[in-house]
């Protein structure tokens, strides 16, 4: 399903956070939402997850306004993983990722045999069904998040808005994170630091800069050596990779 943002704005009190982004994600194709600390990137993923309403323009998924979408509705089709997500019950990993099914229930049924397999496709997928009885208190950093991203994938949703998911995670844990989400038949909107990655995995990019959108293209077209310079503050040599065909950043110490 389609995501479109519309002319957004958004601000805190006077402060604007968010000025006039617009952006659009077909569906199936995974968007890299890239941008210094403080752009605006998880503001605007609030934006689009429906928790915070824009002071202008709209969130649109499939061509429907969410402001028209009931929240149950939205809770079944959009699953997001904050970041510094927390769960503060002592439950265990298993009954976290539960939570992913709550919007997909109803309270006369009880819990069926797809609820159960979603739950345990989405721990194995998410490299945690070995720790599914271990208590949250218990886990490391990178548990905990591959924790919330399993909960996010039981949710089965349409739309996945993911806040710098790679946090905390080990290289093979990363590269295989953004692997799996990219071939997943879902519409993605993912907030990353890590530039290669990004160009590695995401069909477009959108960079941001004082909750503007300042550049939006394919990664070859947007990770040029003069944008790394001016908004990202960074010297670096930019190369077509001859392992996979994207840009490679190399940064110059
Ligand atoms: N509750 C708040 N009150 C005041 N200002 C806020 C609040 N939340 C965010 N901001 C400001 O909004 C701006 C955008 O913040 P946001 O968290 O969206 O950026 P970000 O691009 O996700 O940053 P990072 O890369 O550091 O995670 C920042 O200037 C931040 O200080």
């Not at 159960?116 to 989405?122: F, L, P």
């Not at 905990?144 to 808005?161: G, K, W, Y």
């Not at 946090?167 to 071939?183: E, K």
Request: glycine share 8%.
């Amino acid at each position: 399903m389609s995501i479109t943002a519309e002319n957004l704005s958004w601000a805190i009190g006077a402060k604007p956070i968010l000025r006039g982004v617009s952006l659009t994600v077909p569906p199936g194709q995974t968007l890299g939402l890239l941008g210094p600390n403080g752009s605006g990137k998880t503001s605007l993923l609030r934006l689009l997850a429906g928790l915070k309403r824009p002071n202008a323009g709209r969130v649109l998924l499939e061509g429907a306004d969410i402001t028209t979408l009931t929240r149950r509705t939205l809770a079944r089709r959009v699953a997001f993983v904050e970041q510094h997500a927390a769960t503060t019950a002592d439950l265990r990993v298993v009954d976290v990722v539960k939570l992913g099914r709550f919007p997909h229930r109803s309270i006369f049924a009880g819990w069926t045999a797809a609820d159960e397999t979603a739950v345990q496709q989405a721990m194995a997928r998410a490299g945690i069904a070995a720790k599914s009885t271990a208590r949250w208190q218990t886990l490391s950093g990178g548990e905990r998040q591959r924790t919330h991203i399993a909960r996010a994938l039981a949710q089965n949703p349409s739309e996945l808005l993911l806040d710098e998911p790679t946090n905390h995670l080990d290289i093979q844990h990363q590269i295989g994170l953004l692997r799996l989400i990219t071939s997943l038949s879902l519409t993605s909107v993912i907030a990353l630091h890590d530039l290669n990655h990004a160009a590695m995995f995401c069909d477009r990019l959108i960079v941001m800069q004082a909750g503007q959108i300042i550049a939006a293209g394919d990664p070859a077209s947007v990770l040029t050596e003069a944008l790394l310079k001016d908004i990202f503050a960074v010297e670096a040599r930019v190369e077509t990779s001859p392992h996979h065909g994207k840009p490679h950043i190399h940064y110059l110490r």
